[in-house]
């Protein structure tokens, strides 16, 4: 049977026009036993549409890491690593996650407890919640009345060491069914979005890019982004913006010099802009709670200095400085417009290119709303390569 693709449903708060060529259903074809073919074909899909999703797909944790790999033969390990994101001290990342013993590759995430589950035998899940993690946080009179916030925008990367993994997959197992919330901004413009009950909410980042000003823009395609050592370490102490997207600046990070042992030769500094390898267009993907400094090239030659910003390049490593620029440069694209918020079902399995979108959980379930999910993403075999001479001519 051939592969047919059809457009994700857009939500009625979402411009259509802008999500266009963001996401495809693909039906005709069994994700966990694809051909060589249906595989390239499958592979040219997620990075032309940044997301597929497979309506009830029956997948084993082995068919999941299996499909994942395919993308990048040469990755292995998971994309954080062991999950030991640095000796005894606490990192953010995953607190409750919990590895499927065959396949360690394949975590089980979620909410309320499983049990006997792909040979765990029992598991105390917890879904991330806004309230431990931003700086402020909705009432529990308005959360009992629907209102939530997205937790954190983001890439799944460990941004230390390891190379930011190519896809991610996630296949839900369990989902419990429920009222719709309503995702509140609070950053003072009002924005809301209505969302399903613990929608993954995407953003594509070639929109994040589209859409900024001529400055902005030349500015992008110059612009590195350093990350902080052990980065999920680094920012444990401190709160998230109400938006989920970066860190308040207060001063909480730990210090450097507390942080598990780390190599400068081992700190990520990735370009601002990811070229997408199959449609050449640029995605952009920074990941805002982690990035520490910008590095930022001078203009080239010929180009005009006119409303240029930094055109003799700059480095730039005041925390605010830095956070106060990603922001003003990524929070358009998060806009409701431009969200596409998974209303998951039982046996969806979404595929999303992880380096041209951001991500996040939304919303939260009480303890008897039990949800399982299997997510795989591996540690890439190379880092995303950013614009090319001609990109940074055409665009700084
Ligand atoms: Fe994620």
């Not at 030769?265 to 990735?270: D, H, N, R, Y």
């Not at 998060?334 to 959980?361: C, M, Q, S």
């Amino acid at each position: 049977m051939a592969i047919e693709v059809a457009p994700l449903p857009v939500p009625p708060t979402a411009d259509a026009e802008k999500l266009k060529d963001f996401g495809r259903e693909v039906k005709g074809v069994n994700p966990g036993t694809l051909s060589p073919e249906e595989f390239k074909e499958v592979h040219d899909l997620l990075y032309k549409y940044g997301a597929l999703l497979f309506r009830d797909a029956d997948l084993t944790p082995e068919q999941q890491y299996a499909l994942t790999k395919a993308f990048d033969p040469s990755s292995e390990s998971y994309g954080h690593g062991n999950n030991k994101t640095g000796g005894e001290k606490k990192s953010i990342l995953h607190p409750d996650l919990k590895t499927i013993p065959r396949v360690p590759q394949v975590q089980l995430i979620g909410n309320g407890n499983v049990y006997n589950h792909e040979g765990l035998a029992e598991a105390m899940l917890k879904h991330p919640s806004h309230t431990t993690f931003h700086k402020t946080r909705v009432s529990p009179e308005d959360e009992a009345k629907g209102y939530t916030r997205f937790y954190r925008w983001h890439i799944d990367a460990a941004l230390y060491d390891l190379s930011p993994p190519k896809v991610t997959t996630l296949y839900g197992v369990k989902v419990p069914q429920g009222q719709h919330q309503t995702v509140r901004y609070d950053d003072g413009t009002g924005d809301e979005l209505e969302v399903p009950l613990g929608t993954t909410a995407f953003v594509d980042g070639r929109n994040m890019f589209n859409i900024l000003p001529p400055e902005l823009k030349s500015l992008a395609v110059r612009t590195k982004v350093k990350y902080a050592p052990h980065p999920y370490v680094w920012m444990a102490p401190a709160h998230a913006l109400p938006t989920g997207l970066g860190i308040m600046t207060e001063g909480l990070e730990l210090p450097y010099d507390e942080l598990p042992p780390w190599e400068e030769s081992k700190l990520k500094v990735l370009p601002m802009l990811w070229k997408n390898p199959v449609t050449g267009e640029l995605h952009f993907q920074v990941h805002p709670c982690g990035a520490s400094q910008l590095l930022i090239d001078p203009l080239p030659e010929g180009a005009t200095r006119d409303g240029a910003l930094f055109p003799d390049g700059a480095h730039l490593k005041d925390l605010k400085e830095v956070r106060e620029l990603l922001y003003k440069m990524q929070r358009p694209a998060i806009a409701p417009k431009f969200v596409y918020p998974h209303d998951w079902k039982e046996k969806d399995l979404v595929l999303f290119h992880n380096r041209g979108v951001l991500h996040t959980v939304v919303g939260a379930f009480t303890q008897d709303q039990v949800r399982a999910f299997h997510q795989c993403n591996l540690a890439a075999s190379d880092d995303p390569t950013g614009p090319t001479a001609e990109d940074v001519k055409k665009w700084a």
